[in-house]
């Protein structure tokens, strides 16, 4: 994510956080939604004329999506992927992430 003012604007997360900004914050949200469509549409197209779908979504009891039950084991993954990244030789990290990235967003 990044905006012209701020090239970076969740550096060092995975996710959102007390810290984020509120453009990271609109940005993950308007990003779920986009991608939950997608999903729905694809989804939609492989069930059969009045079949049905189950969804197990887990929810949170506020709205505010920085509250610790929404992402701090998102924040507690961020440091312990960044600690890992420290470990490790100079030019695996970056092949490390490559991989992290194509695996999750493809």
Not at 64 to 71: F, K, N
């Amino acid at each position: 994510m990044n905006d012209k003012s701020n090239p970076l604007i969740n550096k060092g997360k995975i996710y959102i956080s007390k810290t984020s900004p509120a453009a990271a914050i609109e940005a993950y949200q308007i990003q779920f939604q986009k991608d939950f469509f997608s999903f729905l549409m694809a989804r939609s197209k492989e069930v059969v004329p009045g079949g049905r779908m189950v969804f197990t979504l887990k929810a949170r009891r506020f709205a505010d999506p920085t509250a610790d039950e929404s992402c701090l084991i998102w924040d507690y993954l961020g440091q312990a992927l960044q600690d890992l990244v420290l470990k490790v030789p100079v030019g695996l990290p970056s092949l490390f992430f490559s991989i992290f990235f194509i695996i999750k967003f493809k």
